[in-house]
């Protein structure tokens, strides 16, 4: 499968715990995003990636969210100290021109 | 701050018939337009991108057109299918990084 890879695609959490979100963009693509949705809205912007360079985060992300991407391909969002107000599903995307590509999502459940 | 609507908010349509969902958007200096379809608890397939300086895109049974003077798009979807039933989502770039969704249609094509 060369599309966007997102693991795990579920995870239940207990609140005030930590969680760690893996995206795979497709191989040559030097963009990546991560997206937030809630259920029956459209997803919101956090952060986006060039190459290993953050170079935009949004005020969604807290200082709680910190995202990486040390070599340039996968990434990972981690949100520390969970909140029930975190229960979505994060999105990853990625691109190398134009089109963005996103990939199945990870569901997250704080109770 | 871009704002994108998507009307109507819900769509229920026989089989075979001919769609058209309409997207707007508050700004018009984009860079495209995007538009996706997304399936109960999965994420986005794209479908169709047209770029800021193209008036429409043709896939298959769908066409979407853009007037970014007025801040318009329409999704066009001729001889619908039951398959055709899941969340259409448009989104625009503006900036270089970032994509506004709107909330989305939800289309059910009822055999």
């Known amino acids: 499968d060369t599309g966007v890879s997102q693991n795990p695609r579920h995870k239940i959490t207990k609140r005030g715990q930590n969680v760690t979100f893996r995206c795979d963009p497709i191989s040559e693509h030097n963009r990546l995003y991560w997206y937030r949705q809630t259920l029956g809205q459209g997803p919101e912007f956090l952060t986006y990636?060039?190459?290993?360079?953050?170079?935009?985060k949004s005020r969604l992300l807290s200082d709680r969210f910190s995202a990486e991407r040390p070599k340039g391909s996968f990434s990972t969002l981690e949100i520390q100290r969970t909140e029930q107000g975190d229960s979505a599903m994060y999105l990853c995307a990625s691109s190398l021109m134009a089109e963005a590509f996103f990939g199945q999502g990870t569901r997250l459940t704080v109770v | 701050k871009q704002e994108v609507t998507q009307i109507p908010a819900a769509l229920s349509v026989p089989e075979g018939e001919n769609l058209v969902l309409n997207c707007s958007f508050t700004?018009?200096?984009?860079?495209?337009l995007q538009w996706f379809r997304q399936d109960p608890g999965k994420g986005l397939t794209s479908l169709l991108l047209?770029?800021?300086?193209?008036r429409e895109q043709t896939s298959g049974r769908l066409n979407a057109s853009l007037d970014k003077s007025s801040g318009r798009s329409t999704l066009y979807i001729a001889a619908s299918q039951p398959g055709d039933s899941a969340t259409y989502l448009c989104?625009?770039?503006?900036?270089?990084?970032?994509?506004?969704f709107g909330t989305g249609t939800r289309l059910t094509v009822i055999p």
């Open positions: 700004d018009s200096a984009i860079y495209n």
């Open positions: 990636f060039q190459n290993e360079a953050q170079l935009e």
């Open positions: 047209i770029q800021s300086s193209q």
């Open positions: 989104a625009v770039k503006t900036g270089a990084n970032n994509l506004f």
